[in-house]
C-alpha cells in the first residue's frame, strides 16, 4: 500500500541546529501540527542531540552523531517514521524552509537552481543565517527528493517598504551596485500577525493599520498600513534598530572607526556589536527573564542597577519607534500588536511601553493587562480606547506551512494548465 502524502514539513536551519515543525493537512486544507524538535549542535558528533515530540506524546531525547544536517534530518526523519509508523519520508509531499536572507524576492517560492544561486549570493548580506538555510535545503532536497520545497523568507513582507523607507543616504552606486538598502526582517511573524490581529479587529487586511511589537531576544517592530510593510526597525541585516539582547540595536556609526582606531580588527568589532552588547552588554548576561525581575519584581528597590537601566533603555527605544510609526501611519493606528517573548508574557513591559499615550487614543486596562500571558491571544485595551492593544502569540512555522501550500497548490495548477 502506498504511503498517505498528507504531510508538510518546516525546517529551520542554524549553523549548529536543525529546528523542525511537522503538520498534517485535514479537511478545508487545515493545518495540524501534529510533531516537532530540535536538533543541536550539529558538527560536534560528541556532544550533539535531537529532542522531539510527537503525536501528543512526551518530549524524548536523544544523543546521536551528528556530524552535519543530512545526518540530522536523517536522525528526524527516522523520529517521526517510528512515531507515525510507516516510511515517513513517502508522506511529506512538501518542505518549506524559513530563509532568513532572500534580496529582492519578495514572495514565497519554489526553490529553483536559480532561487538557490539568490539565496547563497544573498550570503555576504546574512552570512551567519544563510549559509546555514542552505545547507538544510541541500540536505532536505536529498532526503525528501520527491517533494517540493519551498523558501519562505524573513524579508519578504517588507518588500512594500517605500523608497524613502528602505533607502539609506549613501553614495547611491552602493544600492546599484552591492544593494545596500534596508531589508527589515521576522516578515513572516509579522505576516501571519498581521492576519491574526485583522481576524480579531474584524476588519480587512487591504484595511488594517498596525504598529506590530516582535520583542524577544531578537527584537523589531514593523508599522503596516492598508496590510503591508512601509517601515521596520531592522535594516540591511538584523544588527539595526532596537536593543536586544546581545545585539546593540542604533548606534552612532563612527563608533566602528573609532573602534578601529584603537585597535579593534572589524571581526572583533562585528563580534562585539552582534554578540556581546544589548542586555548582555549593559548588564552582564542575555537573560531577560533576570533583568525584568529585577526592574518591576519584589525586589528591585535592592536590584542591580545595570539590570534596570538595560530595561530603562530597552523601553526608551520601543517607545521613540511607537512615536515614530504612529507619525508614518498619520495616527491612524487600528492596534498597536504585541508579540514574542516580552511581547507575549511581560505585562510591566507592555504598561511601560504605553505609557502616557493617551493623548494618542492609547488606553490600557491594567487588569486585563496583568491577566495576558501563556500563549493566549487578548485585548487588553481599556473601553473606549481609540486604538487597541492586541497580545497576540506569533507561530511562525504556522505561516511557514501556509505559505509553502500555497506555493505548491498554486505550481500545480499552473502545471494542470499547461
Known amino acids: 500500500m502506498s504511503a498517505v502524502r498528507n504531510k508538510l514539513l518546516v525546517l ?29 549542535r550539529i558538527g560536534d558528533p560528541a556532544a550533539s542531540f535531537h529532542r522531539g515530540k510527537a503525536g501528543g506524546g512526551g518530549e524524548q531525547k536523544q544523543e546521536a552523531p551528528l556530524p552535519n544536517h543530512t545526518a540530522a534530518l536523517e536522525v528526524v ?23 532568513v536572507h532572500g534580496r529582492e524576492i519578495s514572495e514565497p517560492v519554489l526553490i529553483t537552481d536559480k532561487v538557490r544561486a539568490t539565496i547563497e549570493k544573498a550570503a555576504d548580506l546574512a552570512p551567519l543565517h544563510n549559509p546555514p538555510n542552505l545547507m538544510g535545503i541541500d540536505a532536505a532536497k536529498s532526503t525528501f ?10 524579508t519578504a513582507f517588507h518588500q512594500t517598504m517605500p523608497p524613502e523607507a528602505f533607502m539609506y543616504a549613501l ?34 487586511e487591504s484595511e488594517t493599520n498596525l504598529v506590530i511589537c516582535h520583542l524577544g531576544a531578537g527584537s523589531s517592530m514593523c508599522a ?60 552582564g548576561n542575555a537573560d531577560l527573564r533576570n533583568h525584568l525581575e529585577a526592574r518591576f519584581g519584589p525586589g528591585s528597590a535592592t536590584a542591580d542597577e545595570r539590570s534596570k537601566l538595560a530595561v530603562d533603555v530597552y523601553v526608551r527605544r520601543v517607545r521613540k519607534y511607537l512615536g515614530a510609526y504612529f507619525m508614518h501611519l498619520d495616527g491612524q ?33 491594567d487588569a486585563e493587562n496583568a491577566r495576558a500571558a501563556g500563549g493566549v491571544q487578548a485585548d487588553v485595551s481599556a473601553a473606549g480606547s481609540k486604538v487597541k492593544l492586541l497580545v497576540i502569540p506569533t507561530d511562525e512555522e504556522l505561516s511557514i506551512a501556509q505559505q509553502t501550500l500555497q506555493v505548491i497548490r498554486e505550481e500545480k495548477g499552473t502545471a494542470a494548465a499547461a
Open 145 to 154: 527528493a520527491s517533494a517540493p520545497h519551498v523558501a519562505v523568507f524573513d
Open 333 to 365: 493606528v487600528d492596534a498597536i500588536v504585541f508579540s514574542a517573548g516580552i511581547g507575549e508574557n511581560s505585562a510591566p513591559m507592555r504598561r511601560e511601553f504605553v505609557r502616557g499615550m493617551e493623548f494618542a487614543g492609547v488606553k490600557m486596562d
Open 224 to 283: 503596516v498600513k492598508n496590510g503591508r510593510s512601509v517601515d521596520t526597525t531592522m535594516g540591511l541585516t538584523p544588527l539595526e534598530g532596537l536593543m536586544m539582547g546581545t545585539r546593540c540595536g542604533d548606534i552612532d556609526p563612527a563608533i566602528i572607526p573609532y573602534l578601529a582606531s584603537h585597535g579593534m580588527g572589524m571581526k572583533e568589532v562585528d563580534t562585539l556589536l552582534n554578540k556581546k552588547s544589548g542586555f548582555l552588554g549593559l548588564a
Open 12 to 40: 529551520n536551519a542554524g549553523s549548529s541546529s536543525l529546528k523542525y515543525k511537522l503538520f498534517q493537512l485535514g479537511e478545508n486544507s487545515a493545518l495540524k501540527a501534529v510533531a516537532s524538535g530540535v536538533c543541536e
Open 77 to 99: 526523519s527516522k523520529f517521526l517514521g517510528d512515531s507515525f509508523r510507516g516510511d515517513f519520508t513517502e508522506e511529506v509531499f512538501g518542505v518549506g524552509h524559513r530563509v
Open 171 to 204: 553614495p547611491y552606486e552602493l544600492y546599484v551596485e552591492r544593494a545596500i538598502r534596508r531589508y527589515g526582517f521576522h516578515g513572516t511573524s509579522y505576516k501571519y500577525l498581521t492576519q491574526q490581529a485583522a481576524r480579531m479587529l474584524g476588519k480587512p
